[in-house]
């Protein structure tokens, strides 16, 4: 899922930022989510501080008096992957600041010209970028869905033979075959049962004795076999 985070005090352009990305997304059949924001606050910080992937940031640089570009480097410290679209309309006056700065990002966009143009155009390519990094994509009941691998935690196989895809914040039930999965994902992804396999490098806790594992977000399963152990053991 595409994740995208706007940030601007202006109502008006928020809603023109929508109109955007809702027109690049119909194009591209696949599960996206917005959050709106009028300000860089807690909730802001939370959704940035947020472990999902396949985020695209639409910020401006001037909101209530905070910078888009500490907030660009809040961002990097911990997140290389995102993608940063920086729409103002000062650009003149920003202009230096953004060629020099190291914060990686995208695109800068000026609001007085044809703004709206060059974001859809920025958005596609943000959208070609991200699927290039380390991510599983399948089609089920005409959906595409394109998930970032760090942010699986694990995939569990049910009675049915169904598929359960359990990410940092979300389920996603497919008919496929566990079997496929694995053949999709990389080597940090292991076999915690033969019905479930999980993201090694998001366990921070094994039960040995209980079978159970947590993840870093405090999620878990008892899809545990006798087998199961840690690299370190």
Same mark, same amino acid.
């Given at each position: 899922?595409?994740?995208?985070?706007?940030?601007?005090?202006?109502?008006?352009?928020?809603?023109?930022?929508?109109?955007?990305?809702?027109?690049?997304?119909?194009?591209?059949?696949?599960?996206?989510?917005?959050?709106?924001?009028?300000?860089?606050?807690?909730?802001?910080?939370?959704?940035?501080?947020?472990?999902?992937?396949?985020?695209?940031?639409?910020?401006?640089?001037?909101?209530?008096?905070?910078?888009?570009?500490?907030?660009?480097?809040?961002?990097?410290?911990?997140?290389?992957?995102?993608?940063?679209?920086?729409?103002?309309?000062?650009?003149?006056?920003?202009?230096?600041?953004?060629?020099?700065?190291?914060?990686?990002?995208?695109?800068?966009?000026?609001?007085?010209?044809?703004?709206?143009?060059?974001?859809?155009?920025?958005?596609?390519?943000?959208?070609?970028?991200?699927?290039?990094?380390?991510?599983?994509?399948?089609?089920?009941?005409?959906? *595409?869905?394109?998930?970032?691998?760090?942010?699986?935690?694990?995939?569990?196989? %049910?009675? %049915?033979?169904?598929?359960?895809?359990?990410?940092?914040?979300?389920? *996603?039930?497919?008919?496929?075959?566990?079997?496929?999965?694995?053949?999709?994902?990389?080597?940090?992804?292991?076999?915690?049962?033969?019905?479930?396999?999980?993201?090694?490098?998001?366990?921070?806790?094994?039960?040995?004795?209980?079978?159970?594992?947590?993840?870093?977000?405090?999620?878990?399963?008892?899809?545990?076999?006798?087998?199961?152990?840690?690299?370190?053991?």
């Amino acid at each position: 899922m595409i994740h995208y985070i706007v940030c601007d005090d202006k109502a008006v352009f928020r809603e023109e930022v929508v109109q955007v990305i809702d027109r690049v997304m119909m194009h591209n059949n696949m599960e996206y989510e917005k959050y709106l924001f009028d300000c860089y606050d807690e909730k802001f910080m939370e959704v940035l501080n947020h472990k999902t992937s396949l985020k695209i940031y639409i910020l401006d640089i001037e909101v209530h008096g905070k910078s888009g570009i500490n907030i660009a480097k809040l961002i990097r410290k911990n997140d290389i992957d995102s993608m940063l679209i920086f729409c103002t309309a000062y650009y003149q006056k920003y202009e230096k600041d953004m060629l020099k700065s190291r914060f990686l990002f995208l695109d800068f966009i000026d609001k007085n010209g044809d703004y709206q143009k060059e974001l859809e155009e920025s958005i596609t390519y943000a959208l070609k970028t991200l699927s290039m990094k380390k991510i599983i994509r399948f089609k089920n009941q005409n959906i *595409i869905h394109t998930i970032a691998m760090n942010d699986i935690l694990y995939i569990m196989r %049910d009675k %049915d033979r169904k598929c359960t895809i359990q990410t940092t914040d979300n389920q *996603i039930i497919v008919n496929k075959p566990l079997v496929e999965f694995k053949k999709m994902l990389d080597d940090r992804f292991v076999y915690s049962h033969r019905a479930c396999i999980v993201n090694y490098d998001r366990i921070i806790q094994f039960d040995k004795k209980n079978r159970t594992i947590l993840f870093d977000n405090h999620m878990g399963t008892d899809l545990v076999s006798s087998r199961f152990h840690m690299k370190d053991e």
